[in-house]
């Protein structure tokens, strides 16, 4: 929804009635927090409370590469060396491959095992 100046652009008393009118502190229902209890209640309950949430123990995205990726490297890989922390099980691999990675999912594993390769982790 549009704010009230937004919507009454072009209006030249803003709905306030005479000219003069919406011009002091009284008008405009006090300065700041005044009015909170009382006349102010609704555009002001944002103020309590708590906002948003907490996050405890916040995980840091670990870089990934899936085994069908694997395919345009030859004999030995060492994604260590290349940044990445684990391999991810999507795709095919057509030939053996010998992989040095951090971590790797079982079914990345057994891929490149039954293309005639192995996985060295840690």
């Known amino acids: 929804m549009r704010d009230k100046t937004k919507k009454m652009r072009g209006h030249k008393t803003m709905g306030r009635g005479g000219m003069k009118k919406g011009r002091g502190k009284g008008e405009k ?3 700041g927090f ?6 102010k ?3 002001l309950k944002a103020r ?39 391999l991810l099980g999507a795709g095919y691999v057509n030939k053996p491959l010998n ?3 951090n971590e790797a999912t079982q079914r990345a594993v057994e891929k490149i ?9 840690g």
């Open 29 to 31: 229902g006090g300065r």
């Open 34 to 39: 005044a009015g909170a209890g009382k006349h």
């Open 41 to 43: 209640k609704v555009s």
């Open 48 to 86: 309590w409370g708590r906002h948003g949430f907490k996050r405890h123990g916040v995980s840091k995205a670990k870089k990934t590469i899936n085994v069908g990726e694997l395919n345009k490297f030859e004999g030995e890989v060492n994604l260590k060396e290349m940044g990445y922390e684990k």
């Open 99 to 101: 992989v040095i990675v």
């Open 113 to 121: 095992e039954s293309a005639g390769g192995k996985v060295i982790m």
